[in-house]
């Protein structure tokens, strides 16, 4: 079975802690006008919580999908500030990412942590979009195999019927936000390592998106990678005919 037929490409659009209610509806209304030049790809944005509903509401019936950015390992209690994944179901969000390298760079987040948010995640309904990557001190001893292998382990280890309902995203943390970008081989590179890790597990199946710096004007050379499903897309994500571009790639 050739799985990557059977693999639809998927945009994110992380919109991180950007926007305003006037200028996410410009956005919103400038993605919406441009759907049209979009064909066979999924398409979706990750907004910071208040702003959820508002997404929501802009996007019911466009067929742009939508979700959050963090959430909770628990399931409700006492977590002053916490987001449950149950709360971001309650209101038809489909995705949500864990493990974004700014999470785990600035929130102190673990490989452990991001297993058990996965989990919480699936468990409550949603599909977890999860982010590995590693720093450039690691990519220039060479060690970017081991470090994207340690911080999936435990996300594989939930086992393959979980897995199969997520999304992986390779973001190498030297390339976000930075305007550089993996050649589309080395992103090819490391994602053949997650495409082998998955296969092993049995699901091959899984959407494997490559994020940091993509551009309409390098996507569709990091798409034509066999193993490159889609992108996960910060700041590109914010300026519509960018994003619309990406997608359309
Ligand atoms: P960038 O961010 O596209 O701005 O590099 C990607 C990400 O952090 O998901």
């Known amino acids: 079975m050739n799985t990557a037929l059977i693999r639809k490409r998927l945009v994110i659009g992380n919109w ?4 305003t209610q006037v200028s ?7 993605l ?14 990750c907004a910071p919580f208040p702003y959820l509903g508002q997404v929501a509401a802009a996007l019911h019936g466009t067929g742009i999908s939508w979700g959050a950015q963090d959430v909770s390992k628990h399931e409700q209690g006492a977590y002053t500030g916490e987001v449950a994944p149950a709360m971001l179901v309650d209101f038809g969000c489909k995705w949500v990412l864990v493990g974004h390298s700014e999470r785990r760079a600035l929130h102190g987040e673990t490989d452990g942590l991001v297993a058990e948010k996965a989990s919480a ?19 220039q001893a060479g060690q970017t195999h081991e470090v994207i292998a340690r911080q999936l382990a435990p996300v594989l280890a939930l086992g393959a019927e979980s897995v199969a309902k997520m999304v992986l995203a390779y973001e190498p943390v030297w390339a976000i936000g930075t305007g550089l970008t993996a050649t589309p081989q080395q992103a090819q590179d490391v994602h053949a390592f997650i495409r082998a890790q998955l296969t092993e597990l049995g699901v091959p199946q899984v959407r494997v998106l490559y994020g940091g710096s993509v551009k309409a004007s390098n996507a569709l050379s990091l798409f034509a990678m066999s193993d490159i499903d889609g992108a996960l897309v910060g700041g590109a994500s914010l300026v519509p005919e960018e994003f619309l571009r990406i997608a359309a790639a």
């Open 32 to 45: 919406c006008a441009g759907m049209a030049v979009v064909h066979d790809c999924d398409m979706a944005v």
């Open 24 to 30: 996410n509806a410009m956005l919103l209304t400038g």
């Open 121 to 139: 995640a699936l468990k409550a309904g949603l599909a977890p979009v999860v982010c590995v990557g590693e720093t450039q001190a690691q990519q």
């Open 16 to 19: 991180k802690m950007h926007g």
